[in-house]
Nanobody
Framework: QVQFVESGGGLVQPGGSLRLSCVVS????????MAWYRQAPRKQREWVAR???????TYADPVKERFTISRDNAKKTVYLQMDSLKPEDTAVYYC???????WGQGTQVTVSS
């Protein structure tokens, strides 16, 4: 069973930056794509960004121009660089592949002054 281990979250002021990492227990090229999701309090989990094996990327509208997804196949790791953070970005962030596996524990991101 594949495992996803997210890290890098924390408390940051509005306008700040964080870099999240997701280490996967098997080769990430075995997935059609890798993605980041987030779940804010009292809300459903939502998709944030996706990166395909050819390197192409797509982003949800609320994070376009602020977040950047990347991958290191050799390290079996997916990253999410988050800049110009806003309070509405506060959530637990998860990564997963497509086809999707079981969810990991996620990493908490809190944007607050």
């Amino acid at each position: 069973q594949v495992q996803f281990v997210e890290s890098g979250g924390g408390l940051v002021q509005p306008g700040g930056s964080l870099r999240l990492s997701c280490v996967v227990s098997r080769s990430i090229v075995s997935f059609d794509s890798m993605a980041w999701y987030r779940q804010a309090p009292r809300k459903q989990r939502e998709w944030v960004a996706r990166i395909f094996n050819d390197g192409s990327k797509t982003y949800a509208d609320p994070v376009k121009e602020r977040f950047t997804i990347s991958r290191d196949n050799a390290k079996k790791t997916v990253y999410l660089q988050m800049d110009s953070l806003k309070p509405e970005d506060t959530a637990v962030y998860y990564c997963n592949g497509l086809p999707r596996g079981d969810w990991g524990q996620g990493t908490q991101v809190t944007v607050s002054s």
